[in-house]
């Protein structure tokens, strides 16, 4: 069940009454790792979910048991599909678990996937990510991140194109959307409509009017977390990772209130 954006002040809610009524609003993705975040994004504002385990680490594929409580969720879920942490080189034996992934996410009645794989040259590997997107129908598809380490990534936007992606997630070949703006809107005017080009990498309230003007893109990708307070200082010393964010559903009712705004201007 969606959870009511209370707790906006009147003109945000205007603003955003005003947008939506204009269609105009720019999607908003919200990236969780673990139950509680994926309880927060539970709201009107959030057009879709990424789930994945180990965000400190770019993300990985989700745990069955997140996995499972995705699955009654009112906000559409794609679940991220990568096997370990590092590069996006997969041998045959990590693609076949990918796989067995994607048949997964399928069984558990979730809306999408993410993938992407490069090859050895930095090209998207075609051939692996076709044998990924036949397996996945009839799940929608979007492009992970992998697009912004690979050599040509207009050539890599006709490659999804032409596997039937419906979305890139790019932070414009930069390690931030707001560095990558410009070519993002490059990425823009080669997609030509015929695929939505959503901008992730530390996309921010503060941060996403500028990136929005200069790349033209209409859909954003965020995490909306906010730093924990260290439990049990032993957890570092141990190799616990003692410091971890969570998501925060007053982030991504900031952000959004953010995103309502360039559309009511």
Same mark, same amino acid.
């Given at each position: 069940?969606?959870?009511?954006?209370?707790?906006?002040?009147?003109?945000?809610?205007? =603003?955003?009454?005003?947008?939506?009524?204009?269609?105009?609003?720019?999607?908003?993705?919200?990236?969780?790792?673990?139950?509680?975040?994926?309880?927060?994004?539970?709201?009107?504002?959030?057009?879709?979910?990424?789930?994945? $385990? $180990?965000?400190?680490?770019?993300?990985?594929?989700?745990?069955?048991?997140?996995?499972? &409580?995705? !699955? !009654?969720?009112?906000?559409?879920?794609? $679940?991220?599909?990568?096997?370990?942490?590092?590069?996006?080189?997969?041998?045959?034996?990590?693609?076949?678990?990918?796989?067995?992934?994607?048949?997964?996410?399928?069984?558990? @009645?979730?809306?999408? %996937?993410?993938?992407?794989?490069?090859?050895?040259?930095?090209?998207?590997?075609?051939?692996?990510?076709?044998?990924?997107?036949? *397996?996945?129908?009839?799940?929608?598809?979007?492009?992970? &991140?992998?697009?912004?380490?690979? %050599?040509?990534?207009?050539?890599?936007?006709?490659?999804?194109?032409?596997?039937?992606?419906?979305?890139?997630?790019?932070?414009?070949?930069?390690?931030?959307?707001?560095?990558? =703006?410009?070519?993002? @809107?490059?990425?823009?005017?080669?997609?030509?409509?015929?695929?939505?080009?959503? *901008?992730?990498?530390? %996309?921010?309230?503060?941060?996403?009017?500028?990136?929005?003007?200069?790349? @033209? %893109?209409?859909?954003?990708?965020?995490?909306?977390?906010?730093?924990?307070?260290?439990?049990?200082?032993?957890?570092?010393?141990? @190799?616990?990772?003692?410091? &971890?964010?969570?998501?925060? =559903?007053?982030?991504?009712?900031?952000?959004?209130?953010?995103?309502?705004?360039?559309?009511?201007?």
């Amino acid at each position: 069940m969606r959870i009511s954006d209370g707790g906006r002040s009147p003109e945000a809610e205007r =603003a955003r009454s005003e947008a939506v009524s204009r269609g105009t609003v720019p999607d908003l993705e919200i990236c969780v790792d673990e139950s509680c975040g994926l309880t927060a994004a539970q709201r009107p504002c959030v057009a879709r979910i990424e789930l994945c $385990a $180990a965000l400190a680490q770019g993300g990985l594929t989700p745990s069955p048991g997140l996995i499972a &409580r995705a !699955g !009654g969720s009112s906000v559409p879920v794609f $679940a991220l599909i990568r096997p370990r942490a590092g590069d996006f080189i997969y041998s045959d034996m990590e693609t076949d678990q990918m796989l067995d992934d994607i048949a997964h996410m399928r069984q558990a @009645g979730l809306a999408g %996937v993410v993938i992407g794989c490069l090859d050895a040259e930095g090209r998207l590997d075609r051939a692996r990510l076709a044998r990924l997107r036949r *397996a996945s129908l009839p799940l929608r598809c979007q492009l992970h &991140r992998a697009i912004d380490l690979s %050599v040509d990534p207009l050539q890599a936007i006709d490659i999804a194109i032409d596997l039937g992606f419906e979305r890139v997630l790019s932070s414009g070949g930069a390690r931030s959307a707001a560095e990558g =703006a410009a070519c993002l @809107g490059r990425m823009m005017e080669h997609a030509r409509g015929r695929i939505e080009i959503m *901008a992730g990498g530390g %996309v921010r309230p503060d941060n996403v009017a500028e990136i929005y003007r200069t790349s @033209g %893109v209409n859909g954003f990708h965020a995490s909306c977390r906010i730093a924990c307070r260290v439990q049990d200082d032993r957890l570092d010393h141990f @190799g616990f990772a003692a410091r &971890r964010g969570v998501t925060s =559903a007053g982030e991504i009712l900031r952000l959004s209130d953010a995103l309502c705004a360039l559309a009511a201007a």
